[in-house]
């Protein structure tokens, strides 16, 4: 019979088993492995349902969840908050449809606003969905230099300029230059940055599958910068951050060109470019490089609310936020931050 169960946090031996299903299962993805239970939990102090259904064959499907309750932005069960997909990830209907009906029951028990699934492919056209994000994932082709032509003319020409302006990538071992650039990056758009403990645990809970990739000048001075995360045979770079002076000397585009190069060489096949919301820079920067967005179905079943959330920079009613964070010091910016971010999810 099929059972579904919570992941105990400190059961090693059964996040080993749900590690093995995720990198076996088709639907799973990066945010479905088991480990950011610890990530969620310990950085931003969320309390965690990872459900998983099993029978006497072994674990058939998991749906990682996060309650995130905040007086701000709601009160929510999410799978999976910090995360671009979630949902569920089963080897058939049987087990995703009792994923889905164990997580209405524990919303209903845990009496929140709604629930979030972030799904790939839609699973319930009768749902409430928010449309505003898309994402972009293309092929990695198997020589370096067939990736070079594969990029748009003019796109290809700013990637060739930051190798003409002699920069180079460095596989970073920790976060410093990294969050440096990340954090002012985030401050001039006027959003809160994630903690630098975010990053850290990061790089520290998924080791080789986590990577800081550093731009620098000829002069060695850090332009840009991104974290990536390494999944089965794919590459998503995850968080950026980049200097004002980055663009002048197309560091930015250098970057991903460098990211995308070494994966060629590692061998794997597919660049996930990740989300983007509609109508935004980083939407037409990831057209340029010849990817085409696909639909994201965020699903809701909402229960105390009327709508889908709107928790984000293009809601109209935080432009004075948005203004006003820009002003405050970084140094300020830095530290009241993570306080309001972990609300986000």
Known sequence: MLEIKVLDPADNATARRWDEFVFACPTATFFHRSSWQAVIRDVFRHQTHFLYATDETGIRGVLPLAHVNSRLFGNALVSLPFAVYGGVAANDAGAAGALENAAQQLAERLAVDHLEFRNVVQRHADWPMQDLYVTFRKEILPEVEANMLAIPRKQRAMVRKGIKNG????????????????????????TPAMPKRYFDTLLHVFGEDCEVLTVSGADGRPLSSVLSFYFRDEVLPYYAGDDESARHLAANDFKYWELMRRACERGLKVFDYGRSKHGTGSFAFKKNWGFEPQPLHYEYRLYKRDSVPQNNPSNAKYRFFIAAWRRLPIAVANRLGPHIVRNLG
């Open 167 to 190: 920069l180079v990538g460095t596989v970073d071992r920790n976060t410093d230059r990294f969050f440096a650039l990340y954090a002012d990056n985030v401050h001039r758009h006027g």
